[in-house]
């Protein structure tokens, strides 16, 4: 008769020095704050938040701008604010950078240049052709980045007759 012993496999759990958050800092984004917080805390690790202003994004038809760039890094710099805050209640360390470009191309440039370990990004749940017709951030920081993605999904309730409710 042989006997068989099981001897305990060892796993490697990964040692995270830095987690970038990427977000637009809009409600749709709030999934994945809370995401990278839960994470950063658990973890005892620091938040680097990347929030980038696309300044194509901020025209009106017809070419002119809808808000200037200045104002919508003022709103965002008061939102940071509030996060480092939230971040020293709970004992994460919170720094912040605003970029202006495209957001997916300069949530990848950040991860490299801050040297990342893994990027917490949310998704705004677009499938099919919506993502073909509109672009995909979180897609684009999956395929270039130089570290581990967690993409997390807004959180959208169902209507009593199966419609989706607004997002919270």
Known sequence: MTTVTHQPV???????????????????SAAATEQAFELASRLTAPLLIVSVIDPGQLRLSGGRFGQRVDQVRMQRERVAQD????????????????????PGESIVEAAVAERADLIVVGSHGRSGVGRFLIGSVSDHVVRHAPCP????????????????????
């Open 10 to 28: 060892a796993t490697k759990v990964p040692r995270y020095g830095k987690l970038l958050l990427a977000t637009d800092l809009s409600p749709a």
């Open 83 to 102: 996060l480092v805050a939230r971040g020293r209640r709970v004992g994460v360390p919170v720094s912040f950078l605003i970029w202006e470009g495209d």
């Open 149 to 168: 993605v967690l993409v997390v999904r807004q959180v959208v309730e169902e209507a009593p007759l199966g419609g989706p409710v607004q997002p919270h």
